[in-house]
């Protein structure tokens, strides 16, 4: 069954930089768009970031332009999310995700079928 495994979070003071890690197995033809999401308790989730693997095309939430970078690399299945310059407010949990057939926006939950478990991103001010 399609899966996937994120890895990466940590804790980091402001101004520092982390990398998140999404492994997808097996691999999925299906597979149109891949994401990154936060969420806070109480809060919605957010889109962060997407990729459109056909095209490599990136959208970006305004929150995060220039200072996160969505990536894939295609030799095993994994995306990757370049966090630099962190503010205190962008901890929260961080998803990755992928979708299929449903649009909603690259950047809409409803967009993606499949959900990763989640690492925790906490950035100390």
């Known amino acids: 069954q399609f899966h996937l495994v994120e890895s990466g979070g940590g804790s980091v003071q402001a101004g520092g930089s982390l990398r998140l890690s999404c492994t997808a197995s097996?691999?999925?033809?299906?597979?149109?768009?891949l994401g990154w999401f936060r969420q806070t308790p109480g809060k919605e989730r957010e889109g962060v970031a997407a990729?459109?693997?056909?095209?490599?095309?990136?959208v970006y939430a305004d929150s995060v332009k220039g200072r996160f970078t969505i990536s894939q690399d295609n030799s095993d299945n994994t995306l990757l999310l370049d966090l630099n310059s962190l503010k205190s407010e962008d901890t929260a949990m961080y998803y990755c995700?992928?979708?299929?057939?449903?649009?909603?926006?690259?950047?809409?939950?409803?967009?993606?079928?499949?959900w990763g478990q989640g690492t925790q991103v906490t950035v100390s001010s």
């Open positions: 990729v459109y693997p056909t095209s490599g095309s990136t």
């Open positions: 097996p691999y999925n033809y299906n597979i149109n768009r």
């Open positions: 995700a992928a979708g299929t057939s449903r649009n909603y926006g690259p950047l809409n939950p409803l967009s993606y079928d499949y």
